[in-house]
């Protein structure tokens, strides 16, 4: 067990020291992580999103399980746009405006952020104002940069 935990704590210790630069191989393997990670976060926000709008029964638990991925996915957002990947639905503006998509991306994710602990907190009132924010940060990147 201890020797599994070592060999364990070695592979994390070296996938940390990989520098994000070369995290990708290719530009496709760039542009199949991005859009995997969109998908996710769009799924699991989805399913709060169905609580908020009551199609879905509020459950505080499911919410926030959900929420944490969402939240957690934020932080991968700018990392499949890897320079030299353009292509796929994302504009080539992404390149040249680097500052302002890592800002929208920031925002995304500190929205996200509210959304976990608003889905902690068990609240659905704050729940739906937060899913509506959450959501309109991912349009707002989507109107400037997806095709
Ligand atoms: C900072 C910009 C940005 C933010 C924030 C952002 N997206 Fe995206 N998203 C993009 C871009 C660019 C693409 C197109 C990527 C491509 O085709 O290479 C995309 C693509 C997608 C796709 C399509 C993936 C596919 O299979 O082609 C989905 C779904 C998606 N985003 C959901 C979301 C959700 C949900 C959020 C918010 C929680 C979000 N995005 C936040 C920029 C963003």
Request: proline letters at 2%; charged letters at 20%.
């Amino acid at each position: 067990m201890t020797f599994q935990l070592h060999i364990l704590a070695g592979l994390l210790a070296a996938a940390v020291a990989i520098p994000a630069a070369a995290q990708f191989a290719r530009p496709d393997d760039a542009i199949k992580y991005r859009k995997a990670q969109m998908v996710l976060k769009q799924a699991h926000l989805g399913r709060v999103a169905a609580m908020a709008s009551g199609r879905v029964p509020f459950d505080a638990k499911v919410a926030a399980d959900n929420a944490e991925i969402v939240s957690v996915l934020g932080r991968t957002t700018t990392q499949g746009f890897m320079a030299g990947s353009e292509g796929g639905n994302a504009k080539a503006e992404i390149w040249k405006e680097t500052a302002k998509f890592n800002e929208l991306a920031e925002k995304a994710d500190a929205e996200s952020g509210k959304l976990l602990a608003a889905a902690k907190a068990g609240n659905l009132d704050a729940l739906k104002t937060a899913v509506a924010a959450t959501g309109g940060t991912c349009k707002a990147c989507h109107d400037a940069y997806r095709n």
